[in-house]
């Protein structure tokens, strides 16, 4: 039971990092109707400048988190302004397929600029623990700190997201067009100015998710950029246009993923090593065969 239950919570610290990852791409989705392949790449520029604020100049872990959150949005933006704005009333698999080449631009410049070197982050957690549940042999049940600074700081970076986006003036012209860009542009909106948000809040998501992916003592390299595309299964359980299915949906995949990692050696070793990497798309193609849109996304519904 102790063994389940640090699974549970290992897999909710990941999974609010997954979830986080997921909101990443739904605000640019919603905003722009383009799924953002170039996530990976924005995640992989925030580490590694957080890495350069926090090891190479020595600030401390939180401004360097911050900075790296800052940079990242800013490259969402001249991205977006760049290679994004001129697709507009292209065909969308055009600018999802821009957005692909834009990816490899990206990590292409991470590799020159930080010349392919593994780095790590001085993160303050490192490998503590506390012991959740103390036994007679010693502590039954111990937690990482980074897991539970990973739950915690998702949790309440998406939390302080859709308050915002539900009561500022900027939030709901998001919003409204997420649901009508014609109306939105008919009402005054300006529709650019959203797009620019939208792809600065990405890169900021998607740079705070890599970074609190990385603050675990281990090393990076411009390939774990990848990783990023972890979040495609929680995006489409969830339900690719729901800001409130991501996070259900990164929540799921993080709990699914741990419990796999932790049982599937003793029960199904026969599945071969690292099967808890394959579960996710795994579940991702049951959910595209049986329930498209997801568990919160919109039911397109088409008259013939």
């Known amino acids: 039971m102790t063994t389940f239950i640090t699974s549970v919570i290992s897999g909710l610290g990941t999974g609010a990092v997954y979830g986080l990852l997921a909101v990443s791409f739904v ?19 925030g580490v590694f400048f957080c890495s350069y604020f926090a090891v190479t100049q020595g600030l401390p872990f ?28 292209r065909p969308v698999f055009a600018a999802a397929l821009v957005t692909v080449g834009l990816f490899t631009i990206l990590l292409i410049v991470a ?7 593994a780095r790590t982050i001085n993160d303050p957690w490192q490998l503590e623990q506390v012991c959740l549940l103390a036994s007679d042999t010693g502590c039954a049940i111990p937690v990482y700190h980074n897991t539970i600074a990973r739950f915690v700081i998702s949790m309440v970076v998406l939390g302080l997201l859709g308050w915002w986006l539900s009561r500022s003036r900027i939030g709901l012209a998001m919003r409204a067009t997420s649901l009508d860009q014609e109306a939105a542009l008919a009402q005054g909106i300006d529709v650019g100015r959203v797009f620019s948000l939208s792809w600065a809040i990405g890169g900021a998501l998607a740079a705070l998710a890599g970074i609190l992916l990385a603050a ?20 489409i ?3 690719i246009d729901s800001l409130k299915g991501a996070v259900v949906g990164g929540l799921l995949i993080g709990l699914i993923s741990s419990i796999t990692s932790t049982y599937q050696p003793i029960y199904a ?19 595209l065969l049986i329930r498209p849109y997801g568990l919160y996304g919109t039911k397109e519904v088409q008259r013939v």
Request: proline fraction near 6%.
């Open 27 to 45: 605000i640019i989705f919603r905003a722009t109707g383009v799924l953002n392949f170039a996530q990976p790449g924005l995640l992989i520029i």
């Open 62 to 89: 939180y401004v360097s988190v911050v900075l790296a959150m800052l940079v990242a949005a800013l490259v969402g933006i001249v991205s977006e302004r760049v290679a994004i704005r001129p697709m507009v009333g």
């Open 111 to 117: 590799f020159r600029l930080f010349d392919s070197a």
């Open 216 to 235: 675990n003592g281990s090393v990076v390299q411009a390939t774990d950029a990848l990783f990023a595309l972890v979040a495609l299964p929680a995006l």
């Open 237 to 239: 359980l969830g339900g």
């Open 269 to 287: 070793p026969w599945l071969g090593p690292n099967f808890e990497n394959v579960v996710p798309y795994l579940v991702m193609i049951l959910v």
